[in-house]
């Protein structure tokens, strides 16, 4: 008998399907059945692993009308943004924490989820149904999805490269007034129209700000009104530079009207 204290529907489906699941993967591929991993997880490594878990119990929430599959896509596609080490190099749950476990559990699901669209859901489980008669995790692998684990990488960072959001590229740089004292607190702006912000920020103590743009031209604005220095304007928009982002890191230097003072 299972007894489940749970806060909401959600968190009680979501509980039941994780406590299937382990179920199903125990019976399965019990650890006892399972070739040693050298110290490893014998079932496989945790972009798999986790992204096996995360695949099923998402699935189950679009089939049950909580989400749909395009809005979980989309969700985990904006938390790997950004996010530039390959997919092997997340086995273990230190991995995963290295880079933040979200960012990492966003791509083991994407990689999950690309290998059931390639080999069908039921795969999924088979993986598992191999494990015991096979010589490691990845011969099982091999079985279930019909290809190899590093092509299957190969394949996959293909077309997260093509399919992820647009890499951002860091912009830093500093607001100073004419004679490079530091303005601090300042809203800094990034739009190519004028009106659509693309990113924002506030310097620091020093002056400083980062902001992250994909490839293009942009203006970077100066917000006047938020700045604690004097300055000569009733205007609080302030036309501080034009820059291009062509896909390399940029340092923005911006002086603020003549006549303004941050002594």
């Known amino acids: ?12 489906r979501s509980f039941i399907d994780s406590y299937h699941l382990d179920h199903v993967i125990d019976r399965l ?4 059945s399972l070739p040693p991993a050298g110290g490893g997880d014998p079932h496989g490594p945790m972009w798999l692993t986790h992204g096996i878990r995360a695949y099923v119990r998402h699935a189950s929430e679009a089939a049950s009308g909580v989400r ?4 979980i896509r989309s969700e985990k596609w904006e938390r790997v943004r950004g996010l530039r080490d390959a997919l092997a190099t997340f086995g273990t749950r230190d991995d995963f924490q290295s880079v933040g476990f979200e960012r990492a559990a966003g791509l083991s699901y994407l990689a999950v989820e690309w290998l059931a669209g390639r080999a069908g859901e039921p795969a999924l489980l088979d993986y598992y149904r191999r494990l015991p008669s096979s010589s490691d995790w990845r011969a099982a692998f091999a079985g279930a999805f019909g290809l190899g684990v590093d092509d299957f990488q ?3 960072e293909e077309y997260r490269a093509d399919a992820g ?16 004292n530091a303005s601090p607190g300042t809203v800094v702006v990034a739009t190519r129209d004028g009106l659509r912000w693309e990113d924002v920020a506030v310097t620091g103590r020093d002056g400083s700000y980062e902001l ?11 917000d006047l009104g938020t ?12 036309d501080g530079r034009g820059i291009a ?15 303004s003072s941050c002594s």
Do not use: E
């Open 212 to 222: 992250d743009l994909r490839d293009g031209r942009y203006r970077v604005l100066v």
């Open 68 to 71: 749909t599959m395009n809005d």
């Open 154 to 156: 190969h394949a996959f």
């Open 165 to 180: 959001p647009p890499t951002l590229h860091r912009i830093r740089g500093w607001i100073w007034d004419r004679d490079g």
């Open 29 to 32: 591929a019990p650890p006892s």
């Open 227 to 238: 700045t604690r220095c004097a300055v000569p304007s009733d205007d609080p928009r302030y």
């Open 1 to 12: 008998m299972l007894v489940v204290k749970a806060s909401c529907r959600l968190a009680l």
């Open 245 to 259: 982002v062509n896909g390399f890191p940029q340092i923005v230097w911006i002086r603020l009207p003549d006549g």
